[in-house]
């Protein structure tokens, strides 16, 4: 099937020389930060985590997110998702790797990943990221590509194959409960100090991966003769309309027993983002057009009227994904590591090369994605002709 990735019209050849060119030049950014060091990113020794992990949080999520398409397909035997499922097993893949490589350019020396297989430490909570990110990959790559290849036989799917299906619908639950562990286990960070952190993360993944199903499903509509199907498409709009509202939910939660209990090591964190702290508020017009997005996603998306019309569909989708992207990426990390445990209040943005390397790695997301898409959608079509 890989022969359909390299099949395509002149517009498809353009996008994925221009992918091709914004990896170039994150790559070119990442070998200036290989010799210099992170010293050209906007992190410090109070904020260690930046810009990188910030989108490796989010992008956790994103692949998480694809769960709500296996599970109604695969338990509920709901068969509406079964013309979409492989879109969302593809789309795990490529947040997966991007995921992995924002790991590597925040190691620095990429060859300091390699110690957590030649000194694993199972009572590291790093140590298990590894395996359930990297089993995750692999669950969607052999499952997704035999189902799909299975497809494009007119057969049905191998029977080893059920077994990894339903270990992956935990398995998504885990990658993103475990990424919530790496922050609520450090008893020194008052602001991810809390029990409902994972539940929050899976809310926000849950909102965030479907709304991005629902635009590439919509795009995949536009330029293939293939459709994911309204039926479907609504569905998942029913599915991010519910995981939004949860998200802000217990954000409100966090918001309530912070200021209720007057705990500064709460308070502090989240005074500093919504309204800035000693005169530093980099992150305050950030995180208010989070909440504005969120809110407008749910006035939208709560009314049928306006979630059914996909014109508006696609609004609020946009404001699903943007103002998750703001709120658990850097207004979780940045917003972690700052004020400090000593209550300094040293800011962090992101310099330039760090932007660009980042550019970079969603350029290769984009082009695994596309290259994956193209294969789907082209068994999709070979089948309906």
Known sequence: MLELALQGSKRYYTWMAALLG?????FACYLYQFD?????TGM???????????NFTFLVGVAAGGVMVVLPYYIHN??????????GEFLAIAAVTMC?????????????????LLYPTPTSVLFWDMIVLNGYLFLNIVVGWNVLQ??????APQKWLKPLIYLSIPWAVGIH???????????????WLTAILAPRFLASAFAAGPSLLILLCLLVRKVTQFDPGREQIQSLAKIVTYAIILNVFFLLCEV???????????????????????GKSALVPWMWTSMVLMAVAILLLIVPVTRQNETVLVVACVCVFIGTWIDKGMGMISGGFVPSPLHHVNEYMPTFPEILITIGVYGVGLLVLTALFKIATGVKEEVAA
């Open 22 to 26: 914004l990896i170039g030049v994150g």
């Open 36 to 40: 210099f060091g992170l010293g050209i």
């Open 44 to 54: 410090s020794r109070d904020v260690s985590w930046g810009f990188y992990i910030a």
């Open 78 to 87: 709901y068969k509406a998702f079964g013309r979409i499922t492989i879109l």
């Open 100 to 116: 992995l490589l924002f790991i590597i350019v925040d190691l620095g020396q990429p060859i300091r990943a390699l110690n957590v």
């Open 150 to 155: 299975a497809e494009r036989n007119g057969v």
């Open 177 to 191: 409960t475990v990424t919530a562990y790496l922050y609520c286990g450090l008893p020194g960070r008052g602001f």
């Open 256 to 278: 309530f027993v912070a200021f209720y209990s007057n705990i500064p090591e709460h308070t502090d964190h989240l005074t500093y983002l919504f309204a800035g702290l000693h």
